[in-house]
């Protein structure tokens, strides 16, 4: 167990990567500062210890291993590209935090699961840029408030009324929100610079 934020995001730091990235599956590895402080957010307000954590894209597996680091959870990730949970798992090996997880290979938009009572999502959904749409995190969404009672989430910047709304229409609320800044590498062709800076924003919605 670890028991600061930044010994998580110190072990968070030391995960590989996506071997591949796809970029229209907008896998970019959520920068250890920013998954150490969704994990530490969400621990503090008693969302992470006993619960079952649902990582949604989990890609390699960043999110849910930082909860099942931080506190006693059951932890699942899902991804819908099966590579990347390869990694995740040996991630999870070089953690040795393997007992309490799963990986499964799942779309968001058809999951054949219901979380109990007691479920948080994690999540740093695709956010549609590169496709040229807007709000690719709304299956996400959806996935999260039919799963979970409270999940934490990553959107861009000027997503809040969106969210909020989507939120409302589900008989959710968001309870916070806030800004941060993704530090990213250069990861794909279309990139020209060395490193980007993306805005976004991090929520926390009680979905019931
Ligand atoms: N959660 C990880 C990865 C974020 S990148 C992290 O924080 O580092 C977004 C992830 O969502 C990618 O791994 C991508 O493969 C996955 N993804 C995209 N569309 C998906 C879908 N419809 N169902 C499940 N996973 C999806």
């Known amino acids: 167990m670890t028991d600061s934020r ?3 995001e110190r072990a968070l730091e030391s995960l590989s990567g996506f071997a591949e990235p796809v970029a229209s599956l907008e896998q970019y590895q959520t920068p250890a ?16 210890e006993g619960h079952q954590v649902v990582d949604l894209g989990c890609g390699t597996g960043l999110l849910g ?3 099942a680091l931080r506190a006693p959870a059951w932890v699942l990730g899902i991804d819908i590209d099966p590579e990347v949970l390869l990694t995740a798992r040996r991630n999870a090996d070089h953690l040795a935090v393997e007992s309490r997880l799963a990986w499964c290979h799942g779309d968001v938009a058809s999951l054949p699961i219901d979380g109990p009572e007691e479920t948080t999502v994690l999540m740093n959904p695709p956010f549609g840029a590169q496709q040229g749409h807007t709000h690719a995190d709304r299956p996400f969404l959806a996935a999260a408030s039919s799963l979970a009672a409270v999940s934490y989430s990553v959107h861009n910047a000027g997503s809040r009324a969106f969210v909020e709304s ?6 959710g609320t968001v309870t916070e929100g806030h800004e941060a800044t ?11 610079e060395r490193r980007r800076q993306i805005s976004a924003e991090v929520f926390r919605i009680e979905w019931r």
């Not at 500062?33 to 994990?39: Q, S």
């Not at 993704?182 to 020209?192: N, S, W, Y």
């Open 33 to 48: 500062d920013i998954a150490a402080h969704i994990v530490h957010l969400a621990w503090v307000n008693g969302d992470i």
């Open 6 to 8: 930044a010994g998580l």
């Open 166 to 171: 989507y939120a409302a229409d589900s008989g």
């Open 182 to 192: 993704l530090d990213l590498p250069h990861q794909f062709e279309f990139h020209d």
């Open 65 to 67: 291993l930082g909860a």
